[in-house]
């Protein structure tokens, strides 16, 4: 949930906070040591003198003190060094774990490209386990394809069908046996994998255009009448993950991609479970059976009523080919194979009184829901049909105060900002105390060398303390900000609009909240004390100088303004440098994500190759703007150090100048040990403050995500016009072709995205006067794509710890997830983050073993069984419509039966309501698209089953 997950995310955050505010103390007493070194090392020195009886003079006290300010900077940077090499050695260490670790063996498939192989698929006692262990995925497994032929795979859930095909794509450890594929393998993933780009991008997938094969492809795929749709046909851009596509056209698309490779071999892994009956229908004639009539093909299918089309179905059951034979000969000799064809017999034939009866008493807390999106053209606005993906926001020119006064203005750091400077004046004021102290009694006879040095001593531990109380500040300001930056970016981006996210890939949102917010934690504060410091500092040496050598003002005032003149050149050019890598970077993130979530498929097609040259492409475009920023940074340094030597060098001269007696040799000695460490601060202070103002538009780029909330994007309505009611207790079926805005309907009321006409209300309540979290609690969800988090089987199913041990069995055992569960370790089994480690069918299991849990008044299933087989997916139903008896329940099903027993059942095409009745009344009413889209579908499947009959 929201608050949960935003909840995690703090607590998570508040640990960092922990070990960075250690971090940040130990780099606070760093910089107090390096600001008081010369003060400390002198201090001591000079009781060594004293004690050692070494006499005190001005020519050798003051090159003392101003060699000492010359090393301050190179020792300083040594514990700098320790530090980098440290870390640099923990980074190569964890590179060095990660390059040595296990990987994928090229050997485990023996890969042949020729494409006349008479078997191109041949495993002989294969064995193969996802973990390297004997507890083997699949077993025994003896497999020969004919060149040509069709091959279907079924079997209940998680009996390893997905892991056959990712063993033939060589994805999975073998352990013993031996598999042999012969041919260019294309290859259709289960969770269709979609890159950010063009429909046409990922359909050529690096191919060259073929514009007769590409249309063919389209055809073969049911994808022309979508590409109408979309305002700019195949080069419409497609979100993060197809995020802006429905599940049916994301399927259709990785068909077209596997079509359009012209493959020997292809593997299809369940593909039709996320498009509607008439589509799938339509796939299989005219693509697997038309456009691949000639290739060599294994389906993995819950669709009883292809089977009779295939040369041969195999039937699997816990990581074994149990039987593999002919549709005919499967009948007659396997009763597992019987019961899978009878259990869709039933469906097909809708036998009513296996089912729940729904006109019981009506309960008190029953929800109703009104939706009545008014407006005709003008209703719900999704960013489905628009150019999805934008250019990523990048500020031009100066930041301006903004940023600054942002960065400032949390918790009250102008405060600290202010103590800061008056705590680096008292620092100051103490450092020229001591010096002048120094310079005006070192050949004072009344004052002993002991007294000389005592003083001297205390008044520099006296400025330490204000130097402490200064990088205190600095931490403390680092912290307070850095919590309440978080804060505010999280809330953002837990209430951004879905629009949001479909728009902005997830390498942009992950660069933001790591890079930038390292360099706001860890850098700024220190940048920000530190420019402060040095340029008070170096303004402090300048009035110095010019105090006791005034002439010096003619040369010092035109070189500070050249100076500040070459700053804000630089700074022109490093702010651009540093905003393009800022967005350069998230360009690699994304990328990177997106090729780890696809690497099967991408390795399916032999694409690694490109893959790998878009990443270094990537790299290299990063790379190129960090360069060039620190080549700027050394251009403007080399100029800095010449304009403080000359600052130094005309300094000295005036003093030779001078009339003998107008300074005394130790104020003449102070001046120049000040002069000889204004080259050092000049040039701290403006690389301090060009650091800082690089380092500000982090806080920029942070700053642009938290107005997201108000993210608006104009688009094409996705549902016009629909009216409608569902009374409390009611069980609602929502049917329509893919792409149709089923799933539009369901973001509406969950107020993923708005009506820009009309209203949606629950009781008679508009859900936009709600609170979201209200709202929310109140309806359960089984998603098409079920999502789980990384932890264990228990945080997923309770997150919250709201129940016991028993009470997530039992409903484990309703799921038929309880032996599975148990053979693992449990409630404690892994979940690897997207739950990639369990099968889509367990996935969804599991999806719905959290609905049941939370027992809401509101149920809605977005397909929530199209990945199971057909007698899962009736005993899920009855339990569902068992366990939520006295609930509304919302089902999206492209399985006809699944919605026949429903209240009522709602139509929709083209983002238009067609009908909402009584199923029944559907049937009988002639002209119905419900009742044509039924009658199709039984032709098809009383086609597949009259064989048996």
Sequence with gaps: SFMHGRTISRV???????????????????????WASPALVSATTFLACYFLGVPLDPSNVFTFVAALRLVQDPINHIPNVIGSVIQARAAFNRLNEFLGATELQKDQVSMEYSAHSQYPIAIKSGCFSWDSSENYNLRNINLMVKSGTKVAICGEVGSGKSSLLAA????????????????????????????????????????????PRYEETLKFCSLVHDLEILPFGDLTQIGERGANLSGGQKQRIQLARALYHDADIYLLDDPFSSVDAHTATSLFNEYVMGALSEKTVLLVTHQVEFLHA????????????????????????????????????????????????????????????????DGGKESIKNAEFDQLIRREEREIGGTGLKPYLMYLGQNKGYIYAILVAIANIAFTSGQLAQNSWLAANIQNP????????QVYTAIGIGSIMFLLFRALLAVDLGLQTSRSLFSQLLTALFRAPMSFFHSTPIGRILSRVSSDLNVIDLDVPFTLSFSISATLNAYINVGVLCFFTWPILFIAAPIIVMAVRLQRYYLASSKELMRINGTTKSLVANHLAESISGAVTVRAFKQEGRFFA???????????PSFHCFAATEWLTQRLEIMATAILSSSAFIITLLPQGTLSPGVAGMVLSYGLSLNMLF??????????????????????????????????????????????????????????????????IFRLVKPSGGKITIDGQDITTMGLHDLRSRIGLIPQDPILFNGSIRYNLDPHGHFSDKQIWEFLGKCQLDEVINEKQGLDSLVVEGGSNWSMGQRQLLCLGRALLRRSRILILDEATASMDNATDAVIQKTVRTEFKDSTIITIAHRIPTVMDCTRVLVVNDGEMVEYEEPQKLMQTEGSFFKELNEYRLKISRAGLQISS
Aim: glycine share 8%.
């Design 12 to 34: 998570l955050r508040e640990l960092e906070l922990k070990w960075l505010s250690a971090f940040q103390l130990g780099k606070a007493y760093t910089s107090v040591l390096f």
């Design 168 to 211: 033939i794509l060589g994805e999975v450890p073998r352990t013993d046996g031996v598999i042999q594929v012969s041919g260019k393998i294309a290859y259709v993933s289960q969770n269709a994998w979609i890159q950010t780009g063009s429909v046409k991008d990922n359909i050529l997938f690096g191919s060259t255009m073929d514009k």
């Design 310 to 373: 295939f040369d041969s179905v195999l039937l699997m059951s816990q990581g074994q080919i149990m039987h593999a034979a002919s549709y005919q000969e499967l009948l007659l000799s396997s009763r597992e194979f019987q019961n899978l064809v009878n259990a869709h017999k039933d469906i097909v034939n809708f036998p009513n009184d296996n089912m729940v009866d729904y006109n019981g008493d009506k309960s008190p807390f029953k929800r109703e829901i009104a939706v009545v999106l």
């Design 446 to 453: 009344g004052v002993s060398t002991f007294n000389l040095v």
């Design 614 to 624: 878009r990443f270094l492409e990537l790299i290299d475009n990063n790379a190129s």
């Design 683 to 748: 040039l701290f202070s403006i690389q301090n403050q060009c650091s800082l103002a690089n380092q500000i538009i982090s806080v920029e780029r942070i700053s642009q995500y938290m107005d997201i909330v108000k993210y608006t994007q104009d688009a094409s309505p996705v549902l016009k016009g629909v009216s409608c009611t569902f009374q409390g207790g009611d069980k609602i079926g929502i049917v329509g072709r893919t792409g149709s805005g089923k799933t539009t309907l369901i973001n509406a």
